[in-house]
Structure formats: structure tokens, C-alpha cells
T-cell receptor
Framework: AQSVAQPEDQVNVAEGNPLTVKCTYSVSGNPYLFWYVQYPNRGLQFLLKYITGDNLVKGSYGFEAEFNKSQTSFHLKKPSALVSDSALYFCAVRAPNYGGSQGNLIFGKGTKLSVKP | EAGVAQSPRYKIIEKRQSVAFWCNPISGHATLYWYQQILGQGPKLLIQFQNNGVVDDSQLPKDRFSAERLKGVDSTLKIQPAKLEDSAVYLC????????FGPGTRLTVL
């Protein structure tokens, strides 16, 4: 069965420092991987995705993620954190040929990112 | 482009009562999803529609939950009767190139 693990409940970073939010996955076949961000009282917003191609994927708001097939990881990164990046971040996976369904996402439990001034 | 709309934003009910949530997806999106997000967890798919047909409802507790999308546009999700463990945020999403999520309905069952 497909699954996603986010091993950290919370990540604390000082503003201006680089940040990493970790994600590992388990899926049969080639994975489609996603990162979403959730601000308080708002829906999830799409950040970036990996389908195929370059292992380093660039997304919204200066975020990027690195796909590592051997380690089955898809860590989210940003070179310089902002206080406004503080939010809940979700990693998700979608198997490319998931029965008759189209695009179902399986989410990790989320990681709370706190960026302090 | 207008986003996914959901109402109400908040709902408080007592256990064994009924509740309904409404979703209006992004115009032209044929695929619509309902997710349940319990506090401290990631969203979990309840049901997926393609136009007005159900594609996947394997995780929908059918003894108490129901959903419909009669005209292939708006959708409603109903819980009858509600239990304490149904307290969660119910997210609606529709899919173009990616899934776009609405703001959710926060349900509290007392």
C-alpha cells in the first residue's frame, strides 16, 4: 500500500537560515510526489510536484524539493526561511496507475514549520 | 480564477444529529474529492467523483456518510447521524492540472 512518512512533527528555524522538511514514501512503481502548505483556517495550497525528470524540483514561494529514489525521499527545502513561511506542510504521494481512480492523494501527517525572527 | 468554495465554514452539532456540507468546485473541473482531516493528521480521502459518477468511495463510512454530485458540478456531503469521532475539517478539492482545495468546513460534534 502507498504511504508517506513525515518524521518530524515540528521544525524550528531562524529567519534567514536554510530549512528542510523531511518526507519519505513507500509506493509501488514510479511515484508522483507533492508538497502542499496549509495556513491557519485556510485550505491546502499546492507548492510543487515531482513526476519525472530532474530530481530537483522548484516550486512556489522559493521552495524546492529533491527527489531521491534510492532513499525514497522527497525533502522540501528553502535556502533562506521567512517568518511568513510558518505553516503546516504536507507531503503527498499518488501512484501513477492507481486502479480506476484518478489523482487520489495520500498525505503524510504534516510537519509544523516555525520560523522565528 | 475563482477557487473551490465551501460552506459552511464552521458547524457545531450534537452527536446523533445530521449535518450537510456543500462544495462548489472550480469551473470546468470534472474531478471532485472530499477529504476528512482530523486534528494532527493529514487529509484522508472519503470519496472521489468524476463528473456525477463515483470513482472511489472505499473509505467512506457508508452507514452514516453519503455524498452526491447530481449535476456534475456542486457536491454535498452528509453525515447522519454524527458521532463524536466525526469532529474534523472536511475539505473539498477539485482537479485541473493539480488538486485545488477549498478552505474546509470545521465540524465539532459535542
Amino acid at each position: 500500500a502507498q504511504s508517506v512518512a513525515q518524521p518530524e512533527d515540528q521544525v524550528n528555524v531562524a529567519e534567514g537560515n536554510p530549512l528542510t522538511v523531511k518526507c519519505t514514501y513507500s509506493v509501488s512503481g514510479n511515484p508522483y510526489l507533492f508538497w502542499y502548505v496549509q495556513y491557519p483556517n485556510r485550505g491546502l495550497q499546492f507548492l510543487l510536484k515531482y513526476i519525472t525528470g530532474d530530481n530537483l524540483v522548484k516550486g512556489s514561494y522559493g521552495f524546492e524539493a529533491e527527489f531521491n529514489k534510492s532513499q525514497t525521499s522527497f525533502h522540501l527545502k528553502k535556502p533562506s526561511a521567512l517568518v511568513s513561511d510558518s505553516a503546516l506542510y504536507f507531503c503527498a504521494v499518488r501512484a501513477p496507475n492507481y486502479g480506476g481512480s484518478q489523482g487520489n492523494l495520500i498525505f503524510g501527517k504534516g510537519t509544523k514549520l516555525s520560523v522565528k525572527p | 480564477e475563482a477557487g473551490v468554495a465551501q460552506s459552511p465554514r464552521y458547524k457545531i452539532i450534537e452527536k446523533r444529529q445530521s449535518v450537510a456540507f456543500w462544495c462548489n468546485p472550480i469551473s470546468g473541473h470534472a474531478t471532485l474529492y472530499w477529504y476528512q482531516q482530523i486534528l494532527g493528521q493529514g487529509p484522508k480521502l472519503l470519496i472521489q467523483f468524476q463528473n456525477n459518477g463515483v470513482v472511489d468511495d472505499s473509505q467512506l463510512p457508508k452507514d452514516r456518510f453519503s455524498a452526491e454530485r447530481l449535476k456534475g458540478v456542486d457536491s454535498t456531503l452528509k453525515i447522519q447521524p454524527a458521532k463524536l469521532e466525526d469532529s474534523a475539517v472536511y475539505l473539498c478539492a477539485s482537479r485541473g492540472n493539480e488538486q485545488f482545495f477549498g478552505p474546509g468546513t470545521r465540524l465539532t460534534v459535542l
